[in-house]
Structures are given as structure tokens and as C-alpha cells.
């Protein structure tokens, strides 16, 4: 099974969709939708509460933003300080004093107001009465939170979603539900184990009711999230997924099948959707044997992803081969930002889904279509608000002749809906019904608030009578050019991003993995010290001609060289896999790293190198410029061996300097290749050269007297040591640009929701098997919620996969060397004496060099003395008040990067405004700072700046030079004299 790559240009795939479409008489499809429109403006009917609240308090405004950021962490909050806190934080921004008509925005206000009164807007007020007052408050404002939670979730159970069921079935006959148990993605095993018992048990009870006299397709079902059964459903998990997650999905299809009710397997991520198909076709197979006349197997496909049509085809494919007929519920999409980011992240040719959101609904119609067109092997099932859409595919169903229905969300849609159903009795009409506690609606909750509340959206504008109806459903038969969403390679100014890959795309992946067969990587031999002198007096020689190149010149080169890089991209994220032991997700983005710094470095230099004329006195002529200040030696680690390296000599070199550079012992061959490139690319051979071999080629260059200038990133230890031998010679001062580690810190409060702390905290620790000096070291969690973030974050620990580099599958390979591993094995053992362990990983025995993916529980932050590089993670919990925490991380002495997870935004700026970091992450992980974006280094024990990547970091490179002429030394000042009034 093969579907067409997801990153394929938008109006390529919108216009043969357009074209499936001519038949469409969508001037008759509109007149429909808008006397629906007219209908329920007209009768504004009690179902019409949700539409009216986001009428009255849309998300583009202060109060919308505040009460979904209430909806989404107050209910979590387990201590009523920190409860008051978030809720004195969101409310102090906004202001719910405005009268509405609508009931659910007026109990808002009321409940809202009252808090705003008692608890002020920093949650903190003294006294007894005061703290009382606000407990009440936030009691209140839970109780109003809880009433848009009504809106959305049918019950808390599936015996209360069951009864409301019962009661609507009453008032609305025909009406039929679809079940889900909310959560989000499980994170562990133990997680996924329950959700599975969860669905087992919906499934039981559903069959207990079972009136077998109606057709599968008329009856309640269930529907099931494959992330939520499986923690490790992912693409590059294949083996897994299949020998893992297909039997626990095959068992629910097999009860659901006994009893003869629907089960319908929910859509994910883009990146899933083709494991999502092969565990869907691997079920099909296996229960069409068993039960071939069960009809209510069913998975949902999301319009708004491109290859929604090749989708649907593949679903009648497999249908036809095991002789089935699937139930296809067609939703529009839910997950648009998260695609949108990733791209970008990823720096992806195109988007897997539309831009333009009359896009998605011209696949949504042709999707539509295509299932009507296949009734011998689909069951469709059409899900949405949007009145012109629900009229144009009840106009495509009509002309079919085909059976059908049409679905809802819970709370979403009801008044549109009820018109829908008056006009057309006969169509069936599904309820999709959300079921869980409070506490876990929160995501699912500010999902269908963003996807329905966004100003473009038909169920926000539905409720604004300042729009026409007619303009309510405009046309969708129209391509559009340009979106306003800013296309991944165009996310900079001035400069290209690099494309990228995405390992989850089989094309993408094949091409890795040719590159890793036909990879060669030859080791330089080493340099010996005895050589330094002759090569630095080469690199000196060339370079005052050199610095008399224009810096346009010199800039080329470094454009010539990342599109070199990113042409070859999958040959150097072999070379890196290989030499460095990092996995492929690691390497990519290095490659794109390093590519970006010569981009930007070039489009930097253009701006900061060129002679710039200051303004003067009358009679004088100002210019100032920057130059290069002589040979600089380069001097770079092992654990990026491209990225770093490149970074330094290449921002050396578009300055005007030469360069001696000098990467580390364990990863030449990657180097060498680099600056061969460079070579290639225009650079003479007299103006770089590489030095090659261990600690003590690099101390003799450091001292020679003709470096003028040292780009060093390591450790803390050998920095110092440079600059001492720096200090200690004669002659000019001699700059240094050190970046070295830390003892990364993350401050985890209770408003955070804790699977994505835990998704934060094993990307920052364990990625590139935690040898990267931005990796996170100390987590420091809120008593309040710790027992709770740890039982996650052990089972996160727990299915954690350690192997071969050059394995897709890989989530981290060994550590660099043997030196590595004896140094991280002794810091591990002393932590075993005097720590609690946590959680560690299983580790292949025949991998070398390999080791286990560790964390401990420690008594105090002050514990952690040293930083440990490799994946080793120290917690310690903390209680009280937030500035202790950050005062005490501050004095560790470490200032690279610190990790923010809350959702109290004051609490957040505090924290940054207090750190001593360079780079601060809030609400995401502490790893894979981007060129330009997030200029990345140090202070204190961490680096003496200036940033790599950042504006500033040419200029530490460069010395700077005046020039002050008299321009009226010959007789006088020609231009003022000579001025016309």
C-alpha cells in the first residue's frame, strides 16, 4: 500500500478536485443553507448556547483567550493556591462585565465577575477571608468551566452519556451515536492497557443493549483512538505497531463484530495515516475471515489533509479485496496547526494538509462524492456544521440515491442540524459523543473551541447577525493562490530555510537509507603538533588578500555551500549517522543547521560588513565598517560534529579571517568533508585548513602567537583553560567565543498538563542520547503533582528504544566512545548510592557503547553539582513559592537553557525575567534552537557569548575601524556652500 507523497504543491491537488466537481449545482445547495441560516437566527433556540457564547466571547478577544486557557488548566489544578494563581492570572487580562443573551455566557460572567471581585488579579491578597473568598472563587469559576465542559461531553461516564442518550432519543427519534472515551494519546503502557480496558467495556455495555433488529448502520457504536491503545503508535515503529497494537485493535473489532454494533477507528496525525491504514486493512483481513458479515467496521478520513481522495480509494480497495463494506465518517479535520507547525519545523517542500480553508471544503465534496460512488463498499457518513457543505452533499446523496447519514459533535451544530432534519426527515442523523471526567476533556475541549471558535469559522460566524447569511456560504468553487500561511521554505526573511525531510514519508526515508549504503567516510590523519607553526604562518599570509575580497564575495561562498548541503542532505545525514552515532532524526536537522548558518551568516555579513557613513559636523566625512581580525582557530565538539563545526569557521571566514579549524578527535571525517566543500565552493586552500588529532593539537594552536582569535565549544574545564593560555601570552588581547554545558534546569508547576511535560522532558533529556549541552539535566516538578508526572514519566522512560543509529526506529543510539561511557557508568553508579531511581530503559546487550536511559529522584537541587552528559535525568520536587526554585538554579552557577512548564503566564515571565539562561523554552521542549530565531548560547559556567546564530555573533569576530575625513581641508565645504535654498 502506497499512497502519493502528503508535500505536494496545494493548487495541484485543488485543481483536479475542482474539476470532479462541475456537476455541483451549488447556487441550489446555497439557497438551502441559508434558509437554515435565516431559520435558527430567526428561532435562536436553547441549542444555540455554544454559538452564542462564542458570539460573545470570541477567541481573538481577551476574554475568549482567558476562558479557554481556564478551560484548558484549571481542572487539573490539584492545590488551591496554585489554583487561585492561574485563575487570578487569566481574569486580571480580561474583562466579562458586558451584559449578553446568552444563558451559558451570562452564568460565565456572573461566576467570572464574582472571582475577578474577590481574588484580585494577582491571587495573592492576605488574610483569612480573603483566601476563604477566593477558594469560593475559583470554585466558581471551576463550576463555569464546567459548563462549557456540558457543552461538549455527554457524560462522564458512558452510563450518564447512555441516560442522555435515552432522553434525546425521545425528543429526536432516530437519532444514533457514535461513543468516545476522551484522552488524550497514551504515554505509557500502562496507560494505553487502561484505555483498551475502557473500550472493552463500552464495547460489552453497548452489546448488553443491542436491539439486533436494527441495522448496523442505524445502531450505537464506538470509536476507538489507536494512540490512546498503543504508546508507541508512531510510523517508524512499524514492527511494533504491528505485532503490538494490530492484536489489540483486532480484539475490539472481534467483540464489536459478536455483538454486531459499529466501531470506528478515529483519524491522527498525517504522519500516521499510512500505519493508520495498514493496521486498519491488517484488522480488516483478519475479522472478514471470522465475521464476514459484519458492516460496521469504520475508520474516519480527514478532508483536510491532500490525499484525503487517494484515501478514500485506498478504503474501497481494501473493502473490495475482503469482500466488506466499511462505515466512513468524512470530518473536515483537527489537528490544522499541528500539521502547519511541523512543516515549518521540518522545513517540508509543501503542507500534508490545505491552507486555505475552502480548500479543505472542495476536498471534503469530492471525498463525498467518491464515496457516494462506491455504496458496494462504504457506508458514508458525513460530519460537519457548515450548512452550505451539509446542502451540497445532500444534494450529491440525493441524486445517488444511496444510503447515508450525517454527524454532529455533541453540543456542536444542534440548531443547523434540526433544520436539516425538518426538511429532510428520512436522513439519518449520528451524534459523535465525547465521554470522560472533567479533568480530561481539557485538550479535546480547547480543540473544538479553537477548530469552532476561529473568526473564519461558520459556527462562530453563524451567531454574528452582522454577517449575511448569503455570505455565510460563498462559493467554494474557486482555486485560491495564496493563503497568508507562510510556506515552510519562505519562513525567513532574506534568506531561504533549508528543506528538510521527514523520515516518516516513505520516499523521504528510502532516499536516508540509500544514502547510509553508499556513504564513505575517510579520517584525515592526524596533525602534528610539530606542523602548527606552518600552517598558521600560511593562514596568516593569506589572510590580509582575503579580507580585501568584497564580503558580497565571500558571502556566495556560503550560499553556494548550503545549497550543497541541502541538495546532498540524506549523503550528510549518513556521514553524521556513521561518524557520529547520532540517529536520523538527530541528523537532519543538523544538516539543516548547518546549511542555516551559512545562510544567515552570509546575509549578515552583507548587512553588518558593508562601510556605513555616520552622520557628521559640517566639513567631515564618518564611515565606519567592520574587518576581519587575522587567523582564528576553530575548535568544536564531537557531538555535532557538522553543525558546530560549520557555524564557527564559516562565520569566521565570511568576516575576512582564516582559519586553523579543529574539530574533535572522535569525529574528523565529517569535518574534513566539510571543508572540503568549502574548498569546492570557492574558498582558497591557503585561507582554511583542517587540524586534526586529540587535546594536545589543539592546546599548541591555541598558543600560538599569531591566533587572533579562538571560536571554542566544550567544556566548561577546557574553556577556562584557554583562556588562561589566552590571558598568558604576549601581545594582543585575544577574544574568546566559548559555548560550553550546563546543568539545564525545567520548573514544572501544577497547572502544566502533564503529557506534555512528559513529551518535553524526554525530548530534552534523551534525544541524541542526551549528549547535547543544551540536553536537559534537573527537572524540578511541584510536590503537588510529582507522584503523578513521574508514574508518566517512568513508563515514558520505559518504552524508550536504544539501537542502532542507522535504524529508523532508533529513538537514541550509544554514546560517542568508551571514555564516555566509563565516565557517565561512574556518575550513574554514584547517583544509584545516593539518589532513588526512577525509572531506566532496557538497553540491547550487543549494542556498543551503549547505556541505559536513566533518571533518579534527588533531595535538592544543590544535589546536582555536575553536569552529567549523556541521558541522565535527575528530579527533585519542590513546594511553596516559585522564586526559591529559580534563586537556587541560578546559583549552580550554569546559565544555558531553562525549561518553563505552566500556564500561569505572569509566573512564566517572572521566571525568564529572573533566570540566568541564555535561552528560556516555555510550554515546549529545551532543544533544537533555530538559526536566527533562537540565537543560542550562554552565561556564567555556560559561555561568554555572543549567541550563534544570534544578530550579534559577526561582530565578536571582527575588529572595527574609522575613518574621519576633513572635507573642507582644501578651502572649504563644497556641498554647504553649494547648497541651493
Known sequence: MRLPTPYRPESDVVTPLLASLEALDWEAASRDAVGWIEQVRASRPSSFAMESLLREYPLSSAEGLALMRLAEALLRVPDAQTAMRLTADQLSRADFSEVSDSWLATLTRHAIGLSKKMLGDDGQREGFL?????????????????????????????????????????????????YDMLGEGARTDADALAYLDKYRVAIATLAAQRDRSVPVERADGISIKLSAIDARFEALQRDHVMAVLVPRVRELAQAAAAADINLTIDAEESERLEISLEVFEAVAREVAALYPQWQGFGLAV??????????????????????????????????????????????????????????????????????????????????????????????????????????????????????????????????????????????????????????????????????????LVPSLLRLSAHSGVTLPLDLFEGRRNTAGLDPTSADMATSLQAAWITADL??????????????????????????????????????????????????????????????????????????????????????????????????????????????????????????????????????????????????????????????????????????YGAGDTGAALVAHPQIAGVAFTGSTAVAKVIARTLAGKDGPIVPLIAETGGINAMIVDATALLEQVVDAVVQSTFRSAGQRCSALRLLCVQEDMADGLLEMLRGAIG???????????????????????????????????????????????????????????????????????????????????????????????????????????????????????????????????????????????????????????????????????????????????????
Open 130 to 178: 480573603a483566601k476563604v473568598g477566593g477558594k469560593a472563587v475559583v470554585a466558581a469559576t471551576v463550576r463555569a468551566v464546567q459548563l462549557m465542559g456540558n457543552q461538549f461531553v455527554m457524560g462522564q461516564t458512558l452510563d450518564e452519556a447512555l441516560a442522555t442518550a435515552r432522553k434525546q432519543r425521545k425528543a429526536h427519534a432516530g437519532l444514533r451515536w457514535s
Open 302 to 471: 480527514q478532508a483536510y489533509q491532500t490525499r484525503a481522495l487517494d484515501v478514500i480509494a485506498e478504503v474501497v480497495r481494501i473493502a473490495r479485496a475482503h469482500g466488506q463494506r466499511f462505515m466512513v465518517r468524512l470530518v473536515k479535520g483537527a489537528y490544522w496547526d499541528y500539521e502547519i507547525k511541523r512543516a515549518q519545523e521540518l522545513g517540508l517542500p509543501a503542507f500534508p494538509v490545505f491552507s486555505h480553508r475552502h480548500h479543505t471544503d472542495i476536498a471534503y465534496l469530492a471525498c463525498a462524492q467518491a464515496m457516494l460512488a462506491a455504496p458496494d463498499a462504504l457506508y458514508p457518513q458525513f460530519a460537519g456544521h457548515n450548512a452550505g457543505t451539509i446542502a451540497a452533499v445532500l444534494q450529491m446523496a440525493r441524486a445517488a440515491g444511496v444510503p447515508f447519514e450525517l454527524q454532529r459533535l455533541h453540543g456542536m451544530g444542534e440548531a443547523v442540524h434540526a433544520q436539516v432534519r425538518a426538511q429532510y426527515p428520512d436522513v439519518g442523523l449520528r451524534v459523535y459523543a465525547p465521554i470522560g471526567a472533567y479533568e480530561s476533556l481539557l485538550a479535546y475541549l480547547v480543540r473544538r473551541l479553537l477548530e469552532n471558535g476561529a473568526n473564519s469559522s461558520f459556527v462562530n460566524q453563524l451567531g454574528d447577525e452582522r454577517i449575511a447569511p448569503a455570505a
Open 522 to 691: 575517510a579520517t584525515p590523519p592526524e596533525t602534528a603538533v610539530d606542523d602548527i607553526g606552518q600552517i598558521v604562518d600560511t593562514l596568516a599570509a593569506a589572510q590580509r588578500g582575503w579580507n580585501a575580497l568584497a564580503v558580497e564575495a565571500r558571502a556566495d561562498i556560503l550560499d553556494r555551500a548550503a545549497d550543497a548541503l541541502e541538495r546532498d542532505l540524506p549523503l550528510w545525514c549518513a556521514l553524521i549517522v556513521r561518524e557520529g552515532h547520532r540517529t536520523w532524526a538527530d541528523a537532519i536537522p543538523e544538516v539543516r543547521e548547518a546549511a542555516d548558518f551559512c545562510r544567515y551568516y552570509a546575509q549578515q555579513a552583507r548587512e553588518w560588513m558593508a562601510t556605513r557613513t555616520l552622520r557628521s559636523i559640517t566639513g567631515e566625512r564618518n564611515t565606519w565598517r567592520l574587518r576581519g581580525r587575522g587567523v582564528w582557530a576553530c575548535i568544536s565538539p564531537w557531538n555535532f560534529p557538522l553543525a558546530i563545526f560549520a557555524g564557527q569557521v564559516v562565520a569566521a571566514l565570511v568576516t575576512g579571517n582564516t582559519v586553523a579549524a579543529k574539530p574533535a578527535e572522535q569525529t574528523p571525517g565529517v569535518a574534513a568533508r566539510f571543508i572540503a566543500l568549502l574548498h569546492d565552493c570557492g574558498v582558497p586552500r591557503d585561507v582554511l585548513i583542517g587540524v
Open 799 to 981: 518504552l524508550l528504544r536504544v539501537g542502532a543509529p542507522s535504524d529508523l526506529a532508533s529513538d537514541l543510539g550509544p554514546v560517542i566512545d568508551a571514555e564516555a561511557l566509563a565516565k557517565l557508568q561512574q556518575q550513574i553508579a554514584q547517583l544509584e548510592q545516593q539518589a532513588r531511581l526512577i525509572a531506566r530503559a532496557e538497553l540491547p546487550a550487543d549494542l556498543a557503547n551503549g547505556i541505559a536511559p536513566v533518571a533518579f529522584e534527588i533531595d535538592a537541587i544543590e544535589h546536582a553539582g555536575e553536569e552529567i552528559f549523556g541521558p541522565v535525568l535527575q528530579v527533585v520536587r519542590w513546594r511553596g513559592e516559585i522564586e526559591p526554585v529559580v534563586e537556587r538554579i541560578n546559583a549552580l552557577g550554569y546559565g544555558l537553557t531553562l525549561g518553563v512548564q505552566t500556564r500561569i503566564d505572569q509566573r512564566a515571565s517572572q521566571i525568564a525575567d529572573s533566570a540566568h539562561a541564555g535561552n528560556v523554552y516555555i510550554n515546549r521542549n529545551m532543544i533544537g534552537a533555530v538559526v536566527g530565531v533562537q540565537p543560542f548560547g550562554g552565561e556564567g559556567l555556560s559561555g561568554t557569548g555572543p549567541k550563534a546564530g544570534g544578530p550579534l555573533y559577526l561582530t565578536r569576530f571582527c575588529s572595527e575601524s574609522t575613518l574621519s575625513i576633513n572635507t573642507a581641508a582644501a578651502g572649504g565645504d563644497v556641498e554647504l556652500m553649494t547648497r541651493v535654498e
